[in-house]
């Protein structure tokens, strides 16, 4: 069992930026891939960023690519996402989840374990 603890969401400005975390306990983090995934009202939970277990591997979707950026520091079994030039449409409740092996997954159902989510609110 893996449990993973978001932080870090809020209200930012459009042009902002936030850091999110997402803190891991339970078994090997570093056996883990982790991503990100975002959910807006009314909307299907979308892909935002995913990092393999080494850290070696990126991948980011293209509505974020060159603004986000994932990271991980598997000494503190922690994963981030850097957030720059947010925009109102980054508003979404931003979830971390865990898949056990090397690569992240674009898709939501190749995840074993997910976070409550964080609130990013980003005005205009």
């Known amino acids: 069992q893996v449990r993973l603890v978001e932080s870090g969401g809020g209200l930012v400005q459009a042009g902002g930026s936030l850091r999110l975390s997402c803190a891991a306990s339970?078994?090997?983090?570093?056996?883990?891939?982790m991503g990100w995934f975002r959910q807006a009202p009314g909307k299907e939970r979308e892909f935002v960023a995913a990092?393999?277990?080494?850290?070696?591997?990126?991948y980011y979707a293209d509505s974020v690519k060159g603004r986000f950026t994932i990271s991980r520091d598997n000494a503190k079994n922690t994963v981030y996402l850097q957030m720059n030039s947010l925009k109102p449409e980054d508003t979404a409740v931003y979830y971390c989840?865990?898949?056990?092996?090397?690569?992240?997954?674009?898709?939501?159902?190749?995840?074993?374990?997910w976070g409550q989510g964080t609130q990013v609110t980003v005005s205009s």
């Open positions: 989840a865990a898949r056990h092996g090397y690569s992240g997954s674009y898709f939501p159902y190749e995840y074993d374990y």
């Open positions: 990092i393999s277990w080494s850290g070696g591997s990126t």
């Open positions: 339970g078994r090997t983090f570093s056996s883990y891939a």
